[in-house]
């Protein structure tokens, strides 16, 4: 009991940053999608990103041959050769990508202290949504996986290894597509929990209208970025980290000035549609005005 006790908090002592980075899902998936959502999204999520690693150790697909190195299963929790955390992160990399695609295709209206994405069932479950979100986790995979390579390095530690060196900083190419084909599979899977978990007109549980509450998720996906950044630049890679960081300008000013060209220029039908599927939404004219 005391060795299960002692992995456990192992699990998340060696690992803070993986673990505030999950408190971080939580504080923006909830309010926007509910509790039973969340957890049924991170128990398929986790499951999904488990397989995935599972099989490509042991078969080479999605990711390639790739291996871990077990130095630390004695402190932190490990599950048939895969570390728990790393599994896990897929979670909230998932959300966050989705969360941000949600974003960029929503209309948005603001006001002086709020901003609502005026999304609608289908554009949550929408192809596009679909599409964008993979190809936004899968970015993420691309400034991540080099430096995470790097770990001896830094404090995550040198876990994993490829059986041989690929052509981005040691990546194989395989990896990413593995990834976007994961991404896309998870993401589908929390379109699928959104679609059918509670599909009635009655609130979720946890449903709240926070201020700028559909900023958390870009903010998150923007968080993992800078502190991966950071660590590369931390590290004396700083070819990588340039290479990371002009990967990401494009796409990003691409968003952003998409969100701004949009904000405030919607149909009233987009915001009519809205309030049909979410009447609760902070996007209600009564609930606008008394927040000015």
């Known amino acids: 009991m005391g060795d299960m006790l002692g992995i456990a908090v192992g699990t998340v002592t060696m690992r803070p940053y993986v673990f505030a980075f999950f408190a971080a899902y939580l504080v923006a998936a909830v309010p926007h999608l509910g509790w039973r959502k969340v957890a049924l999204f991170t128990v398929a999520g986790y499951l999904t990103s488990f397989v995935s690693e599972f099989s490509s150790i042991n078969t080479g697909i999605p990711y390639g ?37 949600l974003f960029v295709v929503s209309p948005v209206k603001a006001w002086r202290w709020n901003l609502v994405t005026l999304e609608t069932r289908a554009i949550r479950r929408s192809f596009s949504v679909l599409f964008l979100g993979s190809l936004f986790q899968v970015f993420l995979d691309i400034v991540v996986d080099p430096v995470a ?14 059986r041989e060196a690929g052509t981005h900083f040691g990546v194989p190419l395989s990896n990413y597509l593995g990834w976007w084909l994961v991404s896309f599979v998870m993401i589908f899977v929390l379109q699928v929990i959104d679609r059918r978990v509670g599909a009635g007109r009655k609130k979720p549980a946890g449903v709240s209208d926070l ?81 000015r």
Request: hydrophobic share 45%; with cysteine.
């Open 211 to 291: 201020p700028f509450r559909p900023l958390y998720g870009p903010v998150l996906y923007l968080s993992v970025i800078a502190f991966n950044l950071g660590v590369t630049v931390w590290i004396g890679e700083r070819l990588m980290a340039l290479t990371g960081l002009f990967i990401f300008v494009l796409p990003l000013a691409i968003a952003a000035v998409t969100i701004i060209r949009r904000t405030n220029r919607y149909h009233k039908e987009e915001l009519s549609d809205h309030l049909r599927d979410f009447p609760w939404s902070a996007a209600a004219p009564g609930t606008v005005e008394r927040s």
């Open 65 to 101: 041959w790739y291996y871990y190195i077990d130095t630390t299963s004695a402190r932190e929790l490990w599950i048939a050769g895969v570390p728990f955390f790393d599994s896990l992160s897929y979670v909230f990399l998932a959300y966050c990508s989705y969360a941000t695609a």
């Open 149 to 162: 390579l790097q770990g001896r390095r830094w404090f995550l530690g040198q876990i994993y290894g490829y």
